[in-house]
């Protein structure tokens, strides 16, 4: 019974390997000029807010 459960677990741990290695390895997209625009975008209105506020309260200098 023991060798039973033995080579159970033995077939399990290659069937395992055979599946962890199989795996296809992960292809990383490049971004398109129009998410780069829109990233872009975000990065200059996230700064011209920042501008605004410090602009609206010229005692703080709160840009950094």
Avoid: F
């Avoid at 069937?15 to 990383?28: E, F, G, N, Q």
């Avoid at 990233?39 to 700064?47: M, P, Q, W």
């Amino acid at each position: 019974m023991a060798i039973q459960l033995e080579n159970l677990v033995e077939s399990i741990k290659s069937k395992v390997r055979k599946l962890k290695k199989s795996k296809k390895p992960y292809i990383k997209m490049d971004k398109s000029s129009s998410v780069r625009v829109e990233i872009r975008s975000k990065k200059a209105r996230k700064l011209i807010d920042k501008t605004l506020q410090a602009a609206d309260h010229p005692g703080k200098s709160s840009i950094s």
